[in-house]
Nanobody, 113 residues
Framework: VQLQASGGGLVETGGSLRLSCVASGSTFSTSIMAWYRQAPGKQRELVAAITGTGFTDYGDSLKGRFTISRDNAKNTIFLQMDNLRPEDTGVYYC????????WGQGTQVTVSS
């Protein structure tokens, strides 16, 4: 499985970004997919996860500003990020959590104050 993330960039505080991650492979529609992020000097943390049928889970304090979704027909997951804050700055990674955990490449998100 290859995971190709895109959509990162530089945005001002309060702005929005939409990340996308396209996955190869035939198991996408039944896989739990997720977004993680890693801020400078910090451990990688879960941002959000979504099951094949659309159940979602979010990291602490992110629900309400971030929304994960997926399009199984396009083997793609999305992360809509609104009301961004400087502390949201980091590298955002998509991941396939099932059947086998795999990391995708990261995309840089920078929120200026």
């Amino acid at each position: 499985v290859q995971l190709q993330a895109s959509g990162g960039g530089l945005v001002e505080t309060g702005g929005s970004l939409r990340l996308s991650c396209v996955a190869s492979g035939s198991t996408f529609s039944t896989s739990i997919m997720a977004w993680y992020r890693q801020a400078p000097g910090k451990q990688r943390e879960l941002v959000a996860a979504i099951t094949g049928t659309g159940f979602t889970d979010y990291g602490d304090s992110l629900k309400g500003r971030f929304t994960i979704s997926r399009d199984n027909a396009k083997n793609t997951i999305f992360l809509q990020m609104d009301n961004l804050r400087p502390e949201d700055t980091g590298v955002y990674y998509c991941a396939q959590r099932t059947p086998i955990f795999q990391w995708g490449q990261g995309t840089q998100v920078t929120v200026s104050s």
